[in-house]
């Protein structure tokens, strides 16, 4: 299918790696130029690769929590390609903490996932609208999870800023569809991504030794248990939604959120 999207220009925020990366590797496969955003400098070592396919790859790193970082990174990105089209956010980070019961993580450790996970999607929102607006077309998609939709337990902080996410991106939806900007979400179920391994190193750690799993025992039994596909998801699985999303093909589709998690979560 041909998503018509040669010659767009795809800004993706935690483009180093994971499913960010998978997502600016798809849309220039597209022939879209990119910009990718990091917190790690090894953003540009990623860009190299997306270069192979002939694209103009711009990259910063940038602290979405500084708002006047991104308010600039922003207007490097328009110097560099002239305008923007499509802006997807997947920067994110959970608590390192294992949350069940919820009184296992302190309030005053929710903190840098909220600043980082709602005021850091706050950030790129604000800064990032403006050129949308003024051109009268483009498309965000923020990359939620399942969590944000079912209460998950192993990481509270996490599942109350994906829920955030969700509720912020319907706002915008809404406020934005005047001016021909579509605005989704999507949420991946259980994805191989260093943000997954990291919940279950918080669970191991605070397990008895008797009960603790591997990685990789605790990932099977999980999906087997509420994946009903029964299968990992991909950051690929993941990307080609966000992708199709940001396409004309999707031009109708706004203020939806998107489940890519092998049927863990069922909607009407």
């Keep these: 299918m041909d998503l018509k999207l ?10 180093a790696s994971g499913i960010g990366l998978a997502t600016a590797r798809l849309f220039a496969e597209e022939g879209c130029s990119i910009q990718l955003w990091d917190v790690s400098p090894n953003v540009e070592e990623a860009a190299g690769e997306l270069r192979e396919h002939g694209v103009n790859v711009g990259t910063q790193v940038v602290d979405i929590v500084d708002e006047q ?5 922003v207007g490097c990105c328009l110097d560099q390609h002239g305008r923007l089209d499509h802006v997807v956010h997947c920067a994110a980070i959970g608590s390192g903490k294992f949350g069940f019961p919820f009184t296992r993580v302190a309030p005053s450790e929710w903190k840098r996932t909220l600043e980082v996970n709602v005021i850091g999607m706050a950030n790129v929102a604000a800064a990032l609208a403006p050129p949308l607006v003024e051109q009268r077309s483009g ?10 939709q079912m209460g998950s337990q192993t990481d509270p902080p996490y599942s109350a800023s994906k829920a955030a996410n969700i509720n912020f ?7 934005l569809a005047p ?5 989704n979400t999507v949420c991946p179920g259980m994805v191989k991504t260093a943000l997954n391994r990291s919940v279950w190193q918080a669970w191991y750690d605070g397990a008895p030794p008797q009960d603790r799993l591997s990685y990789e025992d605790w990932t099977d039994q999980k ?7 029964a299968r990992w998801q991909t950051s690929e699985d993941v990307a080609a939604m966000i992708v199709f999303l940001s396409s004309e093909r999707a031009k109708e589709v706004t203020g939806q959120t998107i489940n890519v998690d092998g049927g863990c979560v069922m909607h009407c």
């Design 179 to 183: 001016h021909n900007v579509r605005v």
């Design 6 to 15: 040669s010659g767009n220009t795809a800004l993706v925020t935690g483009g």
């Design 69 to 73: 970082q991104v308010e600039q990174a």
């Design 223 to 229: 999906i087997k248990n509420v994946i009903p596909l």
């Design 139 to 148: 498309t965000f998609v923020f990359l939620a999870s399942i969590a944000g």
């Design 169 to 175: 991106a319907q706002c915008m939806a809404k406020d």
